[in-house]
Nanobody, 123 residues
Framework: VQLQASGGGLVQAGTSLTLSCVTS????????TAWFRQRPGEERRFVAA????????QYADSVKGRFSISRDNNENAVYLRMNSLRPEDTAVYYC?????????????????WGQGTQVTVSS
């Protein structure tokens, strides 16, 4: 499937932002979807994942309790609600997908990627 991420922007610390990722040319109904982020000079890192079965979610410790991933299987979309944003959340955020129910945190386990959307949090 092809993925397209959107919703990034420049926000102040403590505020909220919701990222969206929509698919074209395929369905997310039997896929695990995830968000990763990449800061300049760093590797791409896992943020959150959601599986299509039983609504399971997984989060990186750094965002647990602040970020929430959700899916709309009917609209083939996945969202990342980001609350209480911090300057260290500044990064390019990527959505990803893979067939199956396992929520991997490794980038090489995902077969489809969106183009990324920039999130900048000012202090």
């Amino acid at each position: 499937v092809q993925l397209q991420a959107s919703g990034g922007g420049l926000v102040q610390a403590g505020t909220s932002l919701t990222l969206s990722c929509v698919t074209s040319g395929g369905s997310l109904s039997r896929s695990t979807t995830a968000w990763f982020r990449q800061r300049p000079g760093e590797e791409r890192r896992f943020v959150a994942a959601a599986t299509w079965r039983h609504g399971g979610n997984q989060y990186a410790d750094s965002v647990k309790g602040r970020f929430s991933i959700s899916r709309d299987n009917n609209e083939n979309a996945v969202y990342l609600r980001m609350n209480s944003l911090r300057p260290e959340d500044t990064a390019v955020y990527y959505c990803a997908a893979r067939l199956g129910t396992t929520m991997y945190t490794r980038t090489d386990m995902y077969t489809s990627w969106g183009q990324g959307t920039q999130v900048t949090v000012s202090s």
